[in-house]
């Protein structure tokens, strides 16, 4: 009986484990909400970063909701969900955001939102490859955890 329930606390776990490292998916993303931050204990919001193409034709959906444009995955870009995006009101500002894995930090701009209601979690930082290379990590991963906070 106690393997059986360690067995299924084991599976729970796992299953939970998976729901929160699985990959979201960046879309249009043009929705206002009011910004919804949880600090943790390390001095920043909890979040998971995924990678994203913020050039015309790649998966990220359409022109940055910032500016309307297109940006180049060679600079340290962001796209924050839709709460955290809080309607606009972090365009173009500066974001700091720390690898869980290895600790380092850089600082990105905010230019456009990861829409929570047509597809994005509520816990995205979804950035350029730029980001994830000034980190050390490797976008084949697809999903990492990090903290982010206004820099």
């Known amino acids: 009986m106690a393997r059986a329930k360690l067995a299924f606390l084991a599976a729970a776990a796992a299953a939970v484990l998976l729901l929160l490292l699985a990959p979201s998916r960046a879309v249009a993303r043009h929705h206002h909400r009011a910004p919804a931050v949880s600090p943790n ?3 920043g919001t909890r979040a998971v970063m995924t990678v994203n193409g913020f050039e015309k034709g ?3 959906g359409g022109p940055a909701a910032c500016d309307g444009h297109y940006h180049s995955n060679g600079d340290l870009i962001a796209a924050l969900s839709t709460g955290w995006f809080a309607g606009g009101r972090r365009c173009h500002k500066p974001i700091r955001i720390t690898s869980a894995h290895n600790g380092r930090s850089v600082v990105a701009r905010v230019v456009d939102e990861c829409d929570s209601r047509h597809g994005c979690r509520t816990n995205v930082v979804d950035t ?3 980001v994830w290379d ?3 990590l490797d976008t084949n991963v697809g999903v990492v955890p990090v903290t982010w906070s206004d820099a």
């Open 134 to 136: 000034a980190l050390g």
């Open 41 to 43: 204990k390390g001095g």
């Open 128 to 130: 350029s490859k730029a």
């Open 58 to 60: 790649q998966e990220g």
